[in-house]
């Protein structure tokens, strides 16, 4: 995949993994995902708990095919062999201010492979080098031990830790920013 052309369907190595974008015509699949690893997906983001059916699923990702059009936000899921078993997204976009925050999430079937990392670098290189992004951050609960080394894979940089700022299921969760700079990005990709 070219950097200008887009993400759809793109390859993400030779191990059957591929990320392409979420749709609200996939929500049965996108919900049998959840299902597969609803308490694991949970632990520390309430993606899982957003979608418990097919019409919320369906409804969460209608919100996402809206922000994809008015360019606000966006969803891709990352499948493994053709079955869908995670995801990375923009929660938030903007593209007059340059700056989106990036997240994700897995199924535990998939945990390890380096897929994660993998499909962030490729929504990275889209936002820096198609829609002109300066500043992609990823806010993560410190505790989310994998998404933080997912932000240090990617060359990101810890700006701050906002202490006990998530209240997420009755407890109180720090919360770190991590960040990467458009010019830092073409360095790291250049060095890599």
């Known amino acids: 995949m ?99 925050e990036a997240g994700c999430w897995l199924e535990p079937a998939a945990v390890g492979r380096g897929l994660v990392t993998r499909a962030a670098r490729v929504i990275i290189d889209w936002a820096v080098d198609v829609r002109g992004i300066h500043r992609v951050e990823w806010r993560v609960a410190s505790g989310n031990t994998a998404s933080v080394n997912v932000a240090k894979r990617l060359g990101m940089t810890r700006e701050a830790v906002l202490r006990e700022h998530n209240l997420y299921r009755g407890v109180r969760h720090d919360l770190e920013i991590w960040s990467v700079l458009a010019p830092e990005w073409r360095a790291l990709r250049e060095a890599a």
């Open 2 to 100: 070219s950097r200008t052309t887009g993400v759809i369907g793109t390859t993400l190595g030779d191990d059957g993994a591929e990320l392409g974008p979420l749709e609200p015509w996939q929500a049965e699949e996108y919900l049998a995902h959840l299902d597969r690893g609803r308490a694991f997906i949970g632990r520390y983001i309430a993606l899982a708990a957003v979608a418990p059916d097919l019409p919320s699923a369906r409804a969460f990702l209608q919100a996402y095919a809206d922000k994809t059009a008015a360019d606000t936000g966006r969803i891709y899921g990352i499948r493994l062999d053709g079955t869908l078993v995670g995801g990375v997204l923009f929660r938030t976009m903007d593209v007059a201010g340059g700056t989106c």
